[in-house]
């Protein structure tokens, strides 16, 4: 055949580059690994608490706890049962916010990457998240969940930054009404908490800051 009336797909090395170059621009974005505070183990004193919980959970409702958000109702159901028992059984206030609350901790440190400050008394600890600026005692969360009203001191609600606190405090308080128990629920602080990490990690890839990650030295 002349040179002039070859077809494309004669040139089996253009063909093939082109080929290539198709499946590279198909192949899909890799998917981001999980956040190196995510993975990285907990505090000593944290992971003792969290185990305790776990073993609580297991003997009274027959169910291992694995750090899942899912798992998040069980504990719903313990606070609940607990604070039933309080007025009969004062020392399960400490008992429940102690180990429910460095469970809560550790479900949302796994899940969104963040580091404890654990020092001192349980009123003072904090999760600093990792992806995004916002930190909160968890512990004080179950505290508040058990009690079913603000804990003064236990510093349960977000520190964020001054700037991004407005936009985040509306989008929150455009939230259904629900019940107190539902309010204070561990599983719905752990949903609260999704809701405001989304929100800051959409703003922050909006400004072109997406890598941008915080250790605890920002906190201070």
């Known amino acids: 055949m002349p040179d002039d009336e070859r077809k494309e797909t004669d040139d089996v090395a253009g063909a093939a580059a082109h080929a290539d170059d198709d499946a590279a621009e198909a192949a899909p974005t890799p998917e981001p690994g999980p956040d190196p505070d995510a993975v ?29 958000p899912d798992t998040l109702s069980l504990v719903d159901q313990w606070v609940r049962d607990a604070r039933k028992e309080l007025k009969e059984r004062p020392e399960l ?9 460095a469970y ?20 003072g600890w904090r999760l600093y998240l990792s992806t995004v600026y916002c930190a909160f005692n968890p512990v004080g969360m179950v505290r508040e969940a058990l009690l079913l009203q603000e804990a ?8 964020l930054d001054p700037g991004e606190r407005e936009g985040i405090e509306a989008r ?26 989304d929100a800051l990690r959409e703003d922050m890839r909006a400004r072109g800051l997406a890598d941008v990650r915080f250790t605890p030295e920002d906190y201070e």
């Open 40 to 68: 990285a183990d907990a505090p000593p004193k944290v992971a003792e608490l969290a185990a305790g919980c776990v073993r609580f959970v297991a003997q009274r409702y027959a169910v291992m706890l694995d750090f899942s």
């Open 104 to 123: 809560l901790g550790e479900v949302v440190r796994r899940e969104f990457g963040g580091r404890w400050f654990c020092d001192g008394d349980e009123d």
């Open 93 to 101: 206030e400490a008992l429940v916010t102690s180990a429910a609350g």
């Open 152 to 159: 003064e001191g236990w510093h349960a609600h977000f520190e």
């Open 172 to 197: 929150l308080a455009a939230l259904p009404e629900v019940e107190d128990d539902e309010y204070y629920a561990p599983s719905t602080r752990f949903d609260v908490v999704n809701i405001v990490v």
